[in-house]
């Protein structure tokens, strides 16, 4: 098949990559932030990797060789990028009694990741390791870390890469490579909230159905009351983000009495392995409601 695809031939390269595309999809986000710009930094991967096949010597696997491409075009990337960010990043938390700040959309915002674009791992262990590593408050964490050092903890602890290994896709030194990973583990470590680790008790789709159920009510009490008590609300792209039930509280109250907020549907979904609400507004004459702030849905008349 490598020599197939070598050779020229198309269906080959495809069944040679194919089975690595969402894996280097997954790392192209965590190292970008952004679902959009995983997306195009994949398509530049297999453009390069077709290119460049015929040169393929074979020294590493073909999996190693993609991930090496991919990491180095998510870094040329980074080079022309501003460092995405969720709000509780930027500001203070607002005042719940003023209409929330308008919308910035010239600030770099951390995107989520749709659990369906990712593979099923059917090892529960793994897939407890791959949630620690893909949930928003790491990738947030990881943000911060200059490029280079990003790359590194991912290919590391998070990709199982060796240090040679390591060193050899980023054209690098393992002495390097470990020095990289210490300065990133303490930065890392630093970022993370104290709540990170924090897991819902009991069933997670009961409380996600408690959570709707109030929602489409307009309960303030019962929707307040699933709440931690340090809960944080953020909605980008307003940088407006809110702290604790209290205040949560009070912006829900004026949400629901809004024109705006009537009628707010919520489905639930997962996204970076947690349970999550996609948010629909009503569609003004069509058959299906419009998502807010997120992708289409194609509806009929």
């Not at 990491?71 to 709000?87: E, I, K, S």
Request: charged share 20%; aromatic share 6%.
């Amino acid at each position: 098949m490598l020599a197939a695809a070598a050779a020229g031939d198309p269906e080959a390269f495809r069944q040679l990559t194919g089975p690595h595309r969402r894996e280097l999809a997954v790392h192209c986000y965590r190292m970008l932030g952004s679902l959009e710009d995983a997306e195009d930094a994949v398509q530049e991967t297999l453009v390069k990797a077709w290119r460049r096949l015929s040169g393929f010597e074979g020294r590493s696997s073909v999996r190693a060789w993609l991930y090496r491409i991919a990491t180095n075009v998510c870094l040329d990337a980074l080079d022309h990028r501003a460092r995405r960010v969720l709000p509780t990043a930027i500001a203070g938390p607002a005042d719940p009694a003023v209409p929330p700040a308008p919308d910035d959309h010239d600030i770099a915002w951390l995107q989520p990741y749709p659990d369906t674009l990712m593979d099923p791992d059917p090892d529960p262990a793994a897939a407890a390791v791959r949630r620690d590593h893909i949930e928003l408050a790491f990738i947030a964490a990881i943000q911060h870390l200059p490029a280079r050092q990003r790359a590194v903890l991912l290919l590391r602890d998070v990709l199982g890469f060796t240090a040679a290994e390591t060193a050899t896709l980023l054209d690098s030194t393992p002495a390097a490579v470990h020095s990289a990973l210490q300065r990133a583990r303490a930065t890392v470590d630093t970022g993370l909230p104290p709540d990170t680790l924090h897991r819902p008790s009991g069933d997670v789709a009961e409380l996600v159905d408690r959570y709707v159920r109030a929602w489409h009510t307009a309960d303030i009490t019962a929707l307040v009351a699933l709440l931690r008590a340090d809960a944080r609300m953020a909605m980008p792209p307003t940088p407006s983000w809110y702290h604790g039930r209290d205040s949560i509280a009070v912006y829900l109250r004026q949400l629901f009495a809004s024109p705006w907020g009537q009628d707010l549907r919520l489905l639930p979904t997962a996204a970076n392995q947690q349970p999550a609400l996609a948010v629909y507004a009503p569609g003004w004459g069509w058959r299906c409601p419009r998502p807010v702030r997120g992708q289409g849905v194609h509806c009929g008349r």
